[in-house]
């Protein structure tokens, strides 16, 4: 049994794909199983940065096989444009890439929507979305009417399908557009979609069976989470959320893996917080200190290009993110980020309505009154991006690496020091795991 997950413990851009590539060459498969065109991962090899919103990370590696699951939702237009973009750059995906014939498809409309819903709702309340067409596709997967999956592009009744819910929605979205012009042409659609048909036809399959295969003949098999478990739909800070279970807990509905097949969880995250659109951020710091993190860490979104809300590490809400995703081992990410501060604050409990909490609030509600209470550690002024083992690191950032394990309560077995592969410190995974509570 041999299935591994990487799951962001923040609000997203963790470093995951730095991750997952890392840890590619000890794999046959990689699965993305949620979320879509959403994600932005980032993968650094020497010169080369590769930007994966759509594909798994490991696609860069040529021996391994790369699958979108059933819980994914494919934007047919991205997906191509990526593959095309990495045959341009000498990486083949032919007989290496699956697509789930179970995954559902972003339509035009679930953009138009997702945009005139970005404009109506505005200030606080506004989710600030990728603009990518999630919340609505996903909404109407489980609303199951006017639902478009990836098998149902290889339908002959894929055009009347498509006249079919173009002739139900375009009422809807002219109300909801007042005066703007909505541009939904069904016949237009169906000319688009059929071009992507053919070119993802070779790539079409029932990933869901084929993954079971690979499950039981032990195949050593990577699970990319895409987002992070504070952006999940039903344990994160709702409605400030993506619309898929980006938690560990997804991993099995998204892939159709069972739980007993995944028998070791990582847990990404950075050593602060980023949060990239709307929503609660109890430790944001909207400060110089907070510019500088976001300068120093280039913190401008991979898929949007928005600059990331920046602040100090969240002990409260990766304690909890740990344990809602069983994590059994942290890859504490940007470390490198952090030289350069006379000290650096650790937020270890909040204080709600005037009493101490220690665990994190289920209500978004909360969460904006929260008021974080910070522990204060020396910070430390070298450059470490040359470490390559703890050793290497000063002692005041060891000391912060440990205070967060204690204070999550899961040891590191990663410690990311800069974007590029060898700027890794693989820590000793054979330590007694830490008990903190
Ligand atoms: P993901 O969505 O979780 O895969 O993360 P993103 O790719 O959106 O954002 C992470 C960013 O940090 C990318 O630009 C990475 O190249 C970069 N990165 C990864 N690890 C490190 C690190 O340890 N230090 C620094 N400075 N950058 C890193
Ligand atoms: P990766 O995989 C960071 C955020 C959006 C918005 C909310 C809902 O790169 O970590 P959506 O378009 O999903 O309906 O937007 O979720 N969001 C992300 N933030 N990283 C991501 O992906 C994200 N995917 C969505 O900014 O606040
Ligand atoms: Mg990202």
Redesign the pocket.
């Known amino acids: 049994m041999a299935g591994t997950c990487i799951i962001?413990l923040q609000w997203?851009?963790?470093?995951?794909?730095?991750l997952v590539d890392l840890l590619t060459k000890n794999m046959d498969v990689v699965v993305r199983y949620q979320g879509g065109a959403n994600?932005?991962?980032?993968v650094?090899v020497g010169d080369a940065v590769y930007k994966l919103h759509h594909l798994p990370s490991g696609i860069i590696n040529d021996r391994v096989l790369n699958i979108v699951a059933a819980g994914v939702v494919v934007h047919p237009e991205t997906i191509l444009r990526e593959i095309n973009s990495l045959v341009d750059r000498g990486i083949d995906v032919q007989g290496r890439l699956l697509l789930s014939d179970r995954a559902h498809v972003v339509m035009p409309w679930h953009l138009i929507e997702d945009q005139l819903w970005n404009v109506a709702v505005s200030g606080e309340n506004n989710i600030g979305t990728t603009l990518r067409g999630i919340g609505p596709c996903y909404r109407d997967k489980v609303g199951r009417s006017y639902a478009v999956r990836v098998g149902d592009l290889l339908r002959a009744d894929f055009a009347d399908r498509v006249r079919e819910i173009v002739a139900a929605r375009l009422p809807v979205l002219r109300a909801m557009a007042g005066e703007q012009a909505v541009d939904l042409n069904a016949e237009a659609i169906i000319a688009e979609f059929t071009g992507y048909r053919e070119q993802l036809r070779p790539f079409i399959v029932d990933s869901t069976q084929i993954l079971l295969d690979l499950v039981e003949q032990d195949k050593r098999i990577l699970y990319e989470g895409a987002q992070g478990s504070l952006l999940d739909i039903d344990h994160g800070t709702f409605p400030f959320v993506t619309s898929s279970n980006s938690s560990g807990v997804g991993i099995s509905a998204g892939a159709g893996v069972a739980a007993k097949w995944l028998n070791k969880v990582i847990g990404?995250c950075k050593c602060y917080s980023t949060r990239v659109g709307g929503g609660p951020f109890p430790t944001e710091l909207l400060d110089e200190t907070g510019e500088r993190i976001r300068t120093k860490?280039?913190e401008y979104g991979?898929t949007t290009g928005r600059p990331r809300r920046c602040g100090w590490f969240d002990a409260v809400a990766v304690r909890y993110t740990r344990r809602l995703g069983g994590i059994d081992r942290l890859a504490l990410?940007?470390?490198?980020?952090l030289s350069g501060h006379d000290e650096l604050k650790i937020c270890v409990a909040y204080e709600l309505d005037g009493r101490r909490i220690e665990h994190f609030p289920g209500s978004a509600d909360e969460l904006r009154r929260a008021i974080p209470i910070y522990e204060t550690l020396p910070g430390w002024q070298e450059e470490i991006t040359e470490a390559r083992d703890l050793a290497d690191l000063p002692e005041a950032a060891i000391n912060y690496i440990r205070r967060i394990e204690t204070l999550v309560g899961c040891e590191a077995e990663f410690v990311?020091?800069?974007?590029d592969r060898a700027?890794t410190i693989i820590c000793d995974s054979s330590r007694a795991p830490i008990n903190a509570f």
């Open positions: 962001g997203g851009d963790e470093a995951k794909g730095k994600a932005g991962h980032t650094v990404v860490g280039r991979t990410m940007m470390l490198d980020v990311s020091v800069g974007p700027q």
